[in-house]
């Protein structure tokens, strides 16, 4: 297949360029700037936001697979611009030329809109999907991790120290990122997804709870008496205001993350059907592999 993919030069991203490159599917990519060659991938010029980028991007494809999006942002627009109006522009130059095949990733922050503005927005583009007429199925991934991460570093890092603060008591999901890209490209030739919206996670049937996650990020950095630390929400919205003060939009913690990681059920519920894709890297196997490409990496 011809796929076009958004996102290609981020973490997830990577790896569904690699997968499909495996897989021997032809890949064009749309990037920001001049990237390396990888095989079986044609670079596209372009971005969200330029509609007859996206165009050509997808123009000839048998599919979309849909990843690039804003995860972090000072305030709502900025989420809308990424998220909403992104997903929206590439829907149009798909509509406009004719490919139907859709795969939106989104997130489970989506099932909370009310929570934060990350949500949302998250929300709102799959309410553009409803709205199309494409042939769609989204994706809600809980906490994705996987070599080239930097969003869960830092949680390795702290385990590795031996102690690690986490939100207040929850349940959460998880999943790999080679798991997350095999199903992405799992759903195309699926048409019994389409019109779907599916949760997957690392086969943990009721997730893990914030103590059990911990405890398995101290045994796969090798600090299995990792003692985790549940801080407060007033403590989180402290921490987050003085990021924000110092950091200004680059602040990794704002208030926006803080609403979101308190809410105490982020488990996966809506999983693809089991005849179609079973995670290959569980729980505690796939944070340890993630641990492994990090030491390799030296940021660990």
Known sequence: MRIAVTGGTGFLGGHVLRVAAERGHEIVALTRRAQLPRPNVEWMP?????????MD?????????????????????????????????????????????????????AREPD??????????????????????????????HGPGDREMLELFRWAKRGFLPLPPRGRLSIIAADDLARLLIDLIDADETIDQVYEPDDGAAHGYSHREF???????????????????????????FYEEQRRGPSAKLTADRVAYFCHPDWVSEKRPPASLWRAELPGLVGLKATAEAYRKEGWL
């Not at 372009?46 to 996206?54: D, I, P, Q, R, Y």
């Not at 927005?121 to 809980?142: N, Y």
């Not at 911990?214 to 987050?240: D, K, S």
Request: charged fraction near 15%; charge should be neutral; include cysteine.
């Open 46 to 54: 372009g971005t969200l936001e330029n509609a007859k980028a996206l």
């Open 115 to 144: 929570l934060s503005n990350y949500g949302w927005s998250k929300a709102a583009s799959e309410a553009v999907l409803h709205q199309s007429d494409l042939a769609w199925t989204i994706v809600r991934p809980p906490a994705i």
């Open 214 to 240: 911990g405890r398995m990020l101290g045994e796969a950095v090798g600090t299995p008496r990792t003692l985790v630390l549940p801080v407060p929400r007033f403590a989180l919205r402290l921490g987050a």
């Open 57 to 109: 991007l997808v123009d000839g494809a048998d599919a979309v697979i849909h990843i690039a999006g804003v995860i972090n942002a000072p305030t709502l627009a900025g989420f809308v611009e990424g998220n909403v109006t992104g997903t929206a522009t590439l829907a149009t130059a798909c509509e406009g030329v004719g490919v139907k095949r859709f795969i939106h990733v989104s997130s489970l922050s």
